[in-house]
């Protein structure tokens, strides 16, 4: 591959680092098909390379690590009855996988914005690093959609019910949070990531995780916990249901502000997608692997492909951006067991293979 600076992907050696940087700085690195497809191809290298000990994950720009995947394309492709959803969650949740069992010590520089295909790209490593920047989110369900890319098998190991309340507002983690939340491992100052990145590429051959992890330990801050943490009694309380309806009675008879504001937060989410998405919740809960949720997920994913919601979420957020969307059913009474039943439908052996 090229590793061109003007690539959407640059991949390179550096010293004992294999550097993948993601290089959309405009789009906050939004990652397309192509860029997963030399993400592989860059894995394929440095996992091959003697030379290379530890690989890095980083977003150009200030902006933040990455914003997600490409939904505008998606969106085109899903309107005229395409097969890019198909093609591009297979091959992105193969990658997400792979990036869980990199025999190599991978780190993810988690800094600024890391949503959405973003988090799959990360949250999966080896060593997560957040920063004072950070602001990690799942936010599928404002599109009609759920936390996918292992977003499931992430939020189900949260604790508590961390992960249910962050799986269905949408709402954003800062770095200790992100820790709290079992999303990343260490919250480095931004201002420091320059140079724990010098010192990952002088790292000697052969250096283990041990080694990488004591190496980012010295330039981390210790935080382990943010404000949403403080919250958790209050958020196993309301979110420790499995029915939509049981979560909403909660925060109606709770009242407090925190159960207002969060009340109105899952009132401007897809009803399906929130039901969807607390079920998906709730089998991860049981399952033993990221593979088996990433199955899970991709089956879910192509319906909603399908869906009228997922049109609508993505064309009032990021098409015509009113914020607007008008959801079909639009009440989460009226998400009937039978809409639910195609999302979570078996699909054939074939259809997601796991090197």
Not at 202 to 221: C, E, H, P, Q, Y
Not at 230 to 238: Q, R, S, T, Y
Request: contains cysteine.
């Amino acid at each position: 591959m090229s590793g061109a600076e003007e690539g959407d992907l640059v991949a390179r050696v550096e010293g004992a680092a294999g550097i993948i940087r993601l290089n959309r700085p405009k789009a906050i690195n939004a990652v397309t098909l192509e860029m997963f497809r030399d993400i592989e191809k860059a894995l394929d290298r440095f996992e091959a390379d003697p030379a290379v000990a530890v690989i890095v994950l980083e977003g150009s720009g200030e902006r933040g690590l990455c914003a997600g995947g490409d939904i505008r394309t998606l969106w085109e492709s899903s309107k005229v009855n395409g097969d890019l959803g198909k093609i591009l969650w297979r091959e992105e949740y193969i990658l997400n996988a792979r990036i869980k069992k990199f025999p190599k010590p991978y780190v993810a520089f988690m800094d600024g914005i890391v949503m959405g295909g973003g988090v799959g790209l990360s949250a999966h490593a080896s060593h997560r690093v957040v920063t004072d920047r950070t602001r990690l989110a799942m936010p599928e369900v404002g599109l009609g959609f759920f936390p996918d890319v292992g977003g499931t098998y992430l939020l189900s190991h949260s604790p508590g019910e961390i992960g249910t309340y962050f799986g269905l507002t949408g709402q954003t983690m800062n770095g200790p949070d992100a820790i709290h939340a079992k999303f990343a491992d260490w919250v480095v100052p931004a201002v420091k990531l320059p140079e724990l990145r010098e010192a990952l590429t002088t790292l000697r051959s052969g250096a283990s995780a041990a080694d990488v992890s004591k190496l980012i330990s010295g330039f981390a801050t210790g935080e382990t916990a943010g404000p949403v943490a403080a919250k958790e009694p209050v958020i196993d309380a309301l979110f420790g249901f499995d029915r939509m309806e049981d979560i909403v009675a909660a925060l109606k008879r709770d009242g407090s502000e925190f159960a207002l504001a969060t009340l109105k937060t899952l009132n401007e989410k897809s009803p399906r997608g929130m039901v969807v998405t607390l079920k998906l919740l709730r089998l991860a809960r049981a399952s033993s692997s990221l593979e088996e949720c990433l199955v899970r997920e991709y089956r879910a994913a192509l319906e909603v492909f399908r869906s009228d919601d997922f049109r609508e979420g993505v064309r009032a957020a990021v098409i015509d951006k009113d914020r607007n969307p008008t959801w079909s059913p639009p009440r989460i009474e009226d998400v009937a067991p039978e809409m639910l039943a195609p999302y979570l439908a078996e699909i054939g052996a074939d259809e997601l293979k796991f090197n």
